[in-house]
């Protein structure tokens, strides 16, 4: 078995408050609960020796392992082919798409055998706060076991013909089955102390698998796309709405913490919060394919942000917030751990929660703005045209950048862009609705940062809008600029921009976000290309009608995507996925890429046919 499987070598599950990676040998070696952002139950991606995992795979010699997902669900099968038999592991979590938090979370792990017969070997050993605290393990009979751990416990349980055992703090079993039998091992995380469910049967099992599929078919029906990349446009909605904490309506940047952008590098953020930028650019995404009902939930979070205050960073909002809203995310190093294959070190919470990053009232007013016909009540709207007044006074400052950089404040372009966009969309909401706003001073403000950033924004010597005023440095965020409407896709300033990012950020159809070496961010090391970046470019490309060089990019990208349509941050030196995963900025992205190419193809003239084609002259 190996220590640690490649970053792609997983599948993602989860019931819409938690979310569990499965290896593609069968192992779970990521789960936080009761939430997204709750500390680790199992945590061996990140600590192969201590972290924990759970473990349900066959092993005999000359078995091969295959993954997929059930088609256009979340339910992940591992499928081990043997000479002496064929089975198959379905990994799901039936959804909790409820307004209330549960505390009960259930993993179930059903097992059948479809061809001669398979033995299993189950291996459980959660290890609790980041493998930091104690438990104890008791068996209540045979077929359950009780971790017990800091104010939560680990029910394990299993269907008849499975005897667990407990080896030292872990539980252990074997068993085998023919063709055509069943088994399944259920786990559930509670609160400490709480009572046992029934013990599972096979009957009830099937029955919960169907209503997972049901579940996943039944949402994907209000999906309004129906493009030439249909599979890959479904799995990124499904994964966007897995990354979302349905309580909440709260989207989060990606499911785990602490992967490496560069193995052994020290860029190893925690991604299990909701960033306002993410979030409102995933859900812009959702609201692109049908999804509308996520687009109200999110706008409602973003509206109590608004009105609570109370932000780390002292703004009207603060770039990322924990999933129920508390702005509070303080950076801790938990140096018991590795790092995964030795990349440390690993944090939990994330420091950049303090920064002061403008763009995000662009995004957020976007966000608000997706919809024609929905701006929210009356206090919601005087929440937000109060925003955008505060605004007005505090826009041109310097700030960190979307990239988060820890290098020092600068007025960087992509900001000030997206401050072009909160009072773009201020001024259109508010007029298209009859709402009361001060729109003589938006719209002057608005104009002055439209004639600052082509002012100072713009680098005569490289021909196109740069990462900071004080810089020659591209910058790919900058990618965004057609699609927000601040200028035209054709634009030649433009053109000219897209130009030289293609001679300095773009590698074989991959994109770099800047060039840390030109723009030191204050951190050792290097990163591989950035993926949203990458679709980005294709997006861009595909509006300025450079569609074959479009296509290409974007044919080329869905080559990067993992065994069943997955995609981490970033794409490594040799074509690996880095960073923290799956990562719902590359995924919505993957939809923007794909709509853009879907409607700029569907306006090309199709080539006459020659004299010599069927049904022409000469025929």
Same mark, same amino acid.
């Given at each position: ?64 392992? &295959? ?73 209540? !009979? ?90 890959? +446009? ?8 897995? *990354? ?6 709260? @989207? ?52 109590? &942000? ?9 703004? @009207? ?26 990349? /440390? ?28 016909? !929905? ?16 605004? /007005? ?5 310097? !700030? ?53 950033? +082509? ?28 699609? +927000? ?7 030649? /300033?433009?053109?000219?921009? *897209? ?16 060039? @840390? /070496? ?71 992205? *993957? ?14 003239? @199709? ?13």
């Amino acid at each position: 078995m190996v220590r640690y499987p490649p970053i792609a070598e997983h599948g993602l599950i989860g019931d819409l408050q938690t979310a569990a990676l499965v290896s593609s040998q069968g192992e779970i070696d990521w789960w936080c609960t009761p939430r997204f952002d709750s500390p680790s139950v199992f945590a061996s991606l990140l600590d192969a020796d201590r972290g924990g995992h759970c473990r349900l795979s066959s092993d005999v010699e000359g078995v091969t392992v &295959r993954q997929l997902y059930l088609s256009d669900t979340a339910v992940l099968v591992t499928r081990y082919m043997a000479p002496g038999g064929v089975g198959e592991v379905a990994d799901f979590m039936l959804p909790l798409d409820a307004a209330e938090p549960s505390d009960r979370h259930r993993l179930v792990r059903a097992v059948r055998v479809v061809r001669g017969s398979l033995p299993f070997t189950l291996v459980c050993r959660p290890r609790f706060d980041y493998a930091r605290a104690a438990h104890t393990v008791r068996l209540a !009979d045979e077929r359950t076991a009780v971790f017990a751990g800091p104010g939560v416990d680990l029910h394990v349980q299993a269907t008849e013909g499975i005897a667990l055992e407990t080896d030292g703090q872990d539980v252990v079993a074997s068993f085998t089955l023919e063709a055509g039998q069943t088994a399944a091992v259920v786990l559930t995380s509670a609160d400490a102390g709480a009572e046992l469910a029934p013990a599972p049967g096979s009957d009830g099992v099937a029955a919960e698998l169907e209503a997972c599929r049901s579940f996943w078919l039944s949402w994907l029906r209000q999906c309004t796309y129906r493009g030439r990349w249909q599979d890959m +446009v479904n799995r990124s909605a499904i994964t966007l709405k897995l *990354l979302t904490y349905a309580p909440t309506g709260a @989207p989060i940047a990606a499911a785990t913490m602490g992967l490496p952008e560069q193995i052994g590098g020290e860029r190893n953020w925690d991604y299990r919060y909701t960033w306002i930028r993410d979030a409102s650019l995933s859900v812009g995404a959702l609201i692109d394919l049908g999804f509308t009902r996520e687009a109200h939930a999110y706008r409602s979070w973003l509206h109590d &942000r608004l009105e609570a205050g109370g932000t780390a960073s002292g703004e @009207p909002l603060q770039i990322m917030y924990r999933i129920d809203g508390e702005p509070h995310l303080t950076e801790e190093v938990l140096d018991h751990l590795e790092g995964y294959r030795g990349s /440390a070190p690993v944090r939990a919470g994330n420091a950049a929660a303090d920064q002061i990053q403008l763009d995000i009232y662009g995004e957020a007013a976007d966000a608000l703005a997706a919809q024609a016909g !929905d701006i929210g009540n009356i206090k919601g709207w005087k929440t937000f045209s109060d925003l955008l007044d505060w605004l /007005a006074d505090h826009w041109d400052r310097p !700030d960190e950048g979307i990239w988060e950089t820890r290098g020092g404040r600068q007025d960087f372009t992509y900001s000030r862009l997206m401050t072009w966009v909160a009072f773009d969309r201020g001024i259109r909401l508010a007029r298209d609705h009859s709402r009361p706003a001060d729109i003589a001073r938006w719209t002057e403000v608005r104009d002055t940062v439209f004639r600052q950033i +082509v002012d100072r924004g713009w680098n005569t010597e490289r021909q196109a809008f740069v990462q900071h005023y004080d810089t020659a440095v591209l910058d790919a965020s900058l990618l965004l600029m057609p699609r +927000v409407g601040f200028l035209s896709p054709q634009d030649p /300033a433009w053109l000219s921009t *897209l130009a030289a990012m293609d001679d300095e950020l773009v590698s074989d159809s991959l994109v770099y976000r800047y060039d @840390p /070496a030109a723009s030191p961010d204050g951190l050792r090391g290097s990163e591989g290309t950035f993926n949203l970046c990458s679709f980005l470019y294709v997006e861009a490309l595909a509006r300025a009608g450079k569609l074959h060089q479009a296509r290409y990019a974007f044919d080329k990208m869905l080559t990067y995507a993992n065994h069943v349509g997955l995609f981490a941050e970033e794409i490594g030196p040799s074509g690996e996925q880095l960073g923290n995963f799956p990562q719902a900025f590359t995924h919505l992205a *993957l939809v923007a890429a794909a709509m853009a190419l879907d409607e700029q193809l569907g306006k090309e003239r @199709p080539t006459p046919p020659g004299p010599n084609a069927r049904g022409g002259a000469g025929a």
